[in-house]
């Protein structure tokens, strides 16, 4: 079937033309080889059809991802993962924050910061070699949710009141960070670039995005196992344990869980070459 005569279904309603491109590129980031690669692609376009949704795509190009190798299958479903982190929206504050804090940063989630005029509690801050952050996380359960330009207006009043605070530069945050799990509408990044906030999304900013850091970094949050039950995942989220790396550190949270020794071993395998992928 050719590709310009099929129509797909996106999350949010939209009816566009599906392309071959787009899945390649999907599926080669999950690390597979060009021969799995292909063997799948071939397979997906097979059972192409009219007004096929984007879900029933995904769902049978993770299926083959994961009967070939489950690493695979992990770093291709590191979008969902990320909203696998909600509802509440918490531990996708505390995922950002261990991102900062693998990339060399002290962190604080969570914390009341004073403001000239009100106290704000702030998700994230973070500092490094004279950068000091604030970072507001905004977590959407739905793909089809973005962050339009009523975010970024609000959280840069924010950040100016909680730095007019400051009498002098000791201490002053000097970063403004907007932080998302999807995506920003247009106005939303131009007025950020306007008044120098940063804005930080799933794919943006170009090649520096979400995805681009941690799968540059190898910091994939732990709802990305395709080994773990969404239980057991729940209860790691609730220990703090948001990265695979931390739960390399902590094994013995497997044990809590009644784990079996087999189990384990695959579970801790999946990690292992997940950590290590780069």
């Not at 000239?116 to 070699?129: G, L």
């Not at 131009?190 to 120098?196: E, I, K, L, S």
Request: a positive charge; charged letters at 25%.
């Amino acid at each position: 079937m050719k590709e310009e005569t099929v129509t797909i279904v996106k999350s949010s309603g939209d009816r566009v033309a599906f392309s071959n491109d787009k899945l390649r590129n999907s599926l080669s980031r999950s690390g597979a080889d060009a021969h799995t690669v292909d063997t799948i692609m071939e397979a997906v376009l097979s059972e192409l059809y009219q007004g096929i949704s984007t879900r029933e795509i995904y769902n049978r190009a993770f299926a083959l991802l994961k009967k070939s190798k489950s690493v695979y299958a992990s770093k291709y479903k590191l979008k969902k993962a990320i909203y696998e982190l909600g509802p509440t929206g918490f531990p996708f504050e505390k995922f950002i924050g261990a991102l900062l804090t693998y990339a060399g940063y002290k962190v604080k989630v969570g914390k009341i910061m004073q403001g000239k005029c009100v106290s704000h509690e702030v998700d994230v801050i973070a500092t490094k070699n004279g950068e000091h952050i604030i970072a507001e996380c905004k977590f959407h359960g739905e793909k089809s949710n973005t962050c339009n330009v009523k975010v970024p207006l609000y959280i840069q009043s924010r950040y100016l009141d909680i730095i007019d605070q400051y009498t002098n530069l000791e201490g002053r945050p000097n970063e403004g960070w907007v932080v998302t799990n999807t995506r920003f509408t247009t106005d939303a990044i131009t007025y950020g670039n306007c008044v120098g906030l940063y804005l930080l999304s799933w794919d943006h900013p170009r090649d520096n995005g979400l995805k681009d850091r941690i799968d540059r970094l190898a910091l994939y949050p732990i709802t990305v196992s395709t080994l773990l039950t969404n239980r057991e995942k729940q209860f790691l989220l609730s220990r703090d344990i948001v990265l695979c790396r931390q739960l390399l550190k902590d094994v013995f949270y497997l044990d809590h869980l009644g784990i079996s020794e087999k189990r384990k071993s695959g579970i801790l395998k999946e990690i292992s070459m997940l950590c290590n992928a780069n």
